[in-house]
C-alpha cells in the first residue's frame, strides 16, 4: 500500500482523497466459526482498511490537506444473525475513523464513515444473504430465496420502501464527503440506507 501511495502521488503529483473501502462476509454462526472465517473478515475488512489508512495519509499530512472516507454498514450498528465478524469489522471501522479524525484534524484532514444499507452487490446477492434478509423481517427463511422476492419482502420493511439500494445511491454522500462543501465534517457518521435504522438512538 505504501508503494502504490508513492506510485499515485509520483504520477499525479499529489493524493487529495481516501476512500478506504474493503468487504468479505463469512455467512457462520459464532459457534460454528473456523478461526480463519473470523481471521480473514477482520483482516481484510478493518486491517485492511487501517492499512490503507497508513499508507496514505503521511501524504495528506505533508501537504496539510486531505479528505479521507471510510465504508462501515449499518450491520456494523446493527444486529445480523450468523454474521458477527462482519458486524464486528465495520463497527470497528467507525472506532478507528473517529480516532483518525481526532488526529488527523490538525493537518486539515477530515475523516468520516459512509455507512450503506442493503447495497445490490454480490455481498448482498448471496443465497445465504438472502434468506438472513427474509428473515430479518419475521417470516421463517426459505431454503432457496430468490434475490426478487428478498427484495419485494423487504420493502415494506423500510421506510422508503426500496428492498436495497443501487451503488449509485451511496456515491453522492461520498462526493459531498470528499468536497469542499464538506470541509467543517469530521468524525461523522453519514447513513445512506433508504432509512433503515431511523428508529436507532
Known sequence: MRGAADRIEGDFGKIDILVADAAIQRWKPLLEMEDADWRDVIDINLNGSATTLRAFAPKMVARKRGRIIFLSSMQGKH???DAASYCASKWSILGLMKSAAMELGQYNITVNALLPGLVDTPLTRYEKRLGETI???GRPEPAHPTPQKACDIRAPTVPLK????????ISPAAVFLASDAAAMVTGAEYAVTGGDGAEDV
Open 79 to 81: 444486529f445480523t444473525r
Open 135 to 137: 428473515a430479518e423481517t
Open 162 to 169: 426500496v428492498g436495497w439500494l443501487q451503488p449509485d445511491d
